[in-house]
């Protein structure tokens, strides 16, 4: 019984040995990160259609940012609804890759 209250606090001893403050990680400034314009948010969201082939629920996403790409460029935003309009009726991948492709170059 003396042994095993010896080991026990043998161990609660060598436990706290390497418990201490000293070692913990400073915390580091964190940057936010950098804004991504609408035109370039509007370009990468239309590649991702030209690549994948497919539409999904990204349409409105996109919609959301040409909508607010006609407060700076509204003939520009126009062009590029008009033709998302045009793909949104597409059902053939290569057809919407395509598509796709031609409104990134307007852009």
């Not at 919609?63 to 793909?87: V, W």
């Amino acid at each position: 019984m003396k042994a095993f209250v010896r080991c026990l606090a043998l161990c609660g001893l060598l436990g706290f040995a390497g418990c201490g403050g000293d070692g913990l990680p400073k915390p580091s400034s964190v940057q936010a990160p950098t804004p991504v314009d609408s035109t370039t948010a509007i370009k990468n969201m239309i590649n991702d259609i030209a690549t994948s082939g497919e539409l999904g629920s990204g349409s409105e996403s996109l919609k959301a940012e040409l909508e607010k790409l006609k407060a700076t460029d509204a003939a520009k935003a126009n062009a590029l609804l008009s033709e998302l309009s045009s793909i949104e009726k597409m059902s053939e991948p290569d057809q919407i890759k395509a598509a796709a492709k031609k409104m990134a170059a307007k852009l």
